[in-house]
């Protein structure tokens, strides 16, 4: 796991991909943690995003970074919302504090269960990296 969120972070912004009925839907997030040996994410309750992630958690994240190396994760979301998990989020990243706080009712957190990762260079050299 720890070669994927080095490739996320040196990154800072990747693609997440959700699914509204057949319409594909790609968005920017900067916000990954290591949260009990899982790939864990924020986002508000009150975003589509959040919406789109209950109805079909099936999901896949893609960033570039820059020297001809991409990432693809793909995987199915789980809501793991609690006053623990949310703290460990502010914590990761105080300035969601700027936003949300535990208990506030708008602050979920998810993982990526089942998740591969797949690193790729413009060659088409693939490698399965461990989540």
């Known amino acids: 796991m720890k070669e994927v969120l080095d490739f996320l972070h040196k990154v800072g912004v990747f693609y997440l991909a959700t699914t509204e009925d057949d319409q594909p839907h790609v968005r920017p997030i900067g916000f990954v943690m290591d949260c009990g040996g899982k790939l864990t994410f924020e986002t508000c309750n009150q975003k589509a995003m959040c919406k789109q992630l209950a109805a079909n958690p099936k999901v896949e994240i893609v960033c570039y970074d820059g020297e001809g190396n991409t990432l693809r994760i793909c995987g199915k ?24 706080s535990v208990g506030d009712g708008l602050l979920e957190i998810y993982y990526l269960d089942d998740a591969k990762a797949v690193c790729s260079n413009m060659r088409g050299e693939s490698r399965e990296l461990a989540i």
């Open 77 to 100: 979301a789980v809501f793991a919302t609690s006053d623990e998990t949310q703290a460990r989020a502010l914590e990761v990243m105080p300035a969601l504090k700027n936003q949300y």
